[in-house]
């Protein structure tokens, strides 16, 4: 009888610490499911604006109506962007709390794997929040000036001139900015793929 009261009590007991844990630990059991699919959207969009979707309407669109639809579509690709790449960056450090706790930096930290996938993350997010917040809406800004100046009666070519100069300049470093996404993104996703077990 008191075996069976114990048994059940061992089991009781033994479900609500379960239960607890379930419930304290529902986001970082969660955790890789979002950074895969945080992973999979981010670079899939990069994918198809870098080398489909952006190349096929540069060459099929007269230039200012190809500059209108960019102006339109990449505030969305930006935000979407750092959307992703923070729900990566975060699910990470969730799934590695020891990075947190790490205060100084030694050649071996340096040279670990995880280090390197968080410095990989960090550094694209802080490009995304560039071309979001400076880089892009500024050559956007210079875009249109450089459309307006075109279309008047009589633009100055010295202006365009200008305008030209400095609308390639800033399309350069977005560019790269956007490249170094891309590039960043591989190896993280190797780094997935060598610890996946299906």
Sequence with gaps: MHGTVREDSSSVSSGISVSA??????????????????????FGMLQWVTWIGGIVQ??????????NLQSKLFPWYFRLGVLSNAILLYTYLQMHPGLLSKTRITMELLTDAEQFQLFLLATSLIAQLANMLSVGPWSTDVMFQKHKLEKSSNPNEAQLAALSRKFNMLHGVSSLLNLWVWLAMIPHGLYLAYRINL
């Design 21 to 42: 844990m379930h419930t304290t630990d529902l986001f970082i059991i969660g955790a890789p499911a979002f950074h895969i699919i945080a992973y999979a959207s981010l």
């Design 58 to 67: 540069f060459k099929n669109l007269p230039r200012q109506q190809f500059g």
